[in-house]
C-alpha cells in the first residue's frame, strides 16, 4: 500500500515533499523537532490562505464539486427558482455575481471555520475546524459530499503546500 493510498483510506491529503536522504541517527531528533515545526507551518498557510477559496464558485469548478440541484435548469424558468441553486442564489450570503458560492448557504460555517485547531507531528500537520461539523449532513440520497470538497485539494495547492513546507524545515534546519 502506498503513502498516498494510505493517506486516502485514512482520510489524510497526502503532500509530496522533497526526499532529503538518510538522517544521521544523532541528527533525528533535531530534524523530527523541526519537521514538527514546519509541518505546523503549513497547517497554517492552509488556514489562512487556502480556506477560504474552497467557498469560492472557482474552486468548485477546479475541484469537480458535484453540482446542486436546479444548477443545470434555464434561469428564466419557475423551476429555477424554487431549486435550491435558485433560491440560494437570491440569498443574501449565497449568491452574488451571477453565481452561487459552494458549500455556503447562510454563512454561518463560513464564519465558524474562521476558529482552527491545529496540530502537528513529525508526519503531518493537521488542521481541524469545529464549525464544518454541518459538512456531515446531507440527504441520504444525495452525491454530494460536502466534507469531501472541502477537503479537496488541486494538484497547484499540493505543490504550494510542500513548497511552503520544504521552505519551512529548510529554515528550522539551517537554525539547529
Known amino acids: 500500500m502506498t503513502a498516498r493510498s494510505i493517506a486516502a483510506t485514512r482520510g489524510y491529503l497526502a503532500i509530496g515533499i522533497r526526499d532529503r536522504g538518510p538522517i544521521e541517527h544523532g541528527l533525528k531528533k533535531a530534524y523530527n523537532e523541526a519537521s514538527k515545526k514546519a509541518w505546523a507551518a503549513t497547517a497554517i498557510y492552509f488556514h489562512e490562505h487556502l480556506r477560504e477559496r474552497r467557498f469560492t464558485p472557482e474552486h468548485a469548478q477546479a475541484a469537480g464539486y458535484h453540482a446542486r440541484k436546479g444548477e443545470q435548469l434555464d434561469r428564466n424558468s419557475k423551476a429555477f427558482h424554487k431549486s435550491y441553486y435558485g433560491r440560494k442564489l437570491n440569498s443574501k450570503f449565497g449568491g452574488g455575481r451571477g453565481v452561487a458560492n459552494p458549500l455556503m448557504w447562510t454563512g454561518d ?3 465558524k471555520m474562521k476558529q482552527a485547531s ?4 513529525s508526519k503531518r500537520g493537521r488542521v481541524a475546524y469545529r464549525g464544518g461539523s454541518k459538512f456531515s ?4 440520497r444525495s452525491r454530494i459530499r460536502m466534507h469531501d470538497e472541502f477537503r ?4 497547484s495547492e499540493i505543490q ?3 513548497r511552503v513546507y520544504d521552505t519551512h524545515l529548510d529554515r528550522q534546519w539551517d537554525q539547529s
Do not use: G, K, N, V
Open 137 to 140: 449532513f446531507r440527504h441520504p
Open 152 to 155: 479537496r485539494l488541486l494538484a
Open 118 to 121: 491545529i496540530t502537528s507531528t
Open 160 to 162: 504550494e503546500l510542500a
Open 109 to 111: 460555517t463560513f464564519r
